[in-house]
């Protein structure tokens, strides 16, 4: 490397500079695939979701559609437009209510969603900037602008 001339040096070292920041990104996007986990609204899920991978539901919980279950307590999430039955085996959060917004975690059984986790907010304030995007676009949005 001693007789290379300077313009050639610096163009392997850009080289390796280039090479290294490709390795990074290529190793933290492999990292973070296993984790990253997809929000869809009711009206997306069942076009956009695999069957058991593992993705965020929200929406606002439907008037009388809260039930005890053999397995658990079912409700129904819509955004306006769709609705997905929900089945939790947890105990639901005490901010938990029909008409409220909330957003779930779990994985899509046929036309079930199998809750593991339950979020619920007091109100739109505090909802989730997706949630409220979606519920905005439905034309169901209760909160301020």
């Known amino acids: 490397m001693r007789d290379l001339s300077p313009k050639a040096k610096r163009g392997i070292a850009l080289l390796m500079v280039v090479s290294a920041l490709g390795l990074a990104v290529m190793l ?5 695939r296993d984790h990253v986990v997809f929000f869809y609204g009711p009206s997306d899920i069942r076009d956009q979701a695999s069957q058991g991978q593992i993705v965020r539901l929200g929406g606002l919980v439907a008037e009388n559609s809260v039930t005890t279950l053999a ?6 999430i819509t955004d306006g437009t769709s609705s997905m039955n ?8 005490d901010l938990f209510r029909e008409g409220q917004g909330v957003v779930t975690e779990g994985v899509l059984d046929a036309d079930i969603f199998r809750a593991n986790s339950v979020l619920a907010k007091h109100d739109e304030t505090y909802m989730p900037a997706e949630v409220a995007d979606m519920l905005k676009d439905q034309g169901v949005w209760k909160g301020q602008e």
Do not use: C, H, N, R
């Open 86 to 93: 929900v089945v939790y085996a947890g105990v639901l959060p």
């Open 71 to 76: 397995d658990g307590i079912g409700f129904t």
């Open 28 to 32: 933290v996007l492999t990292a973070l």
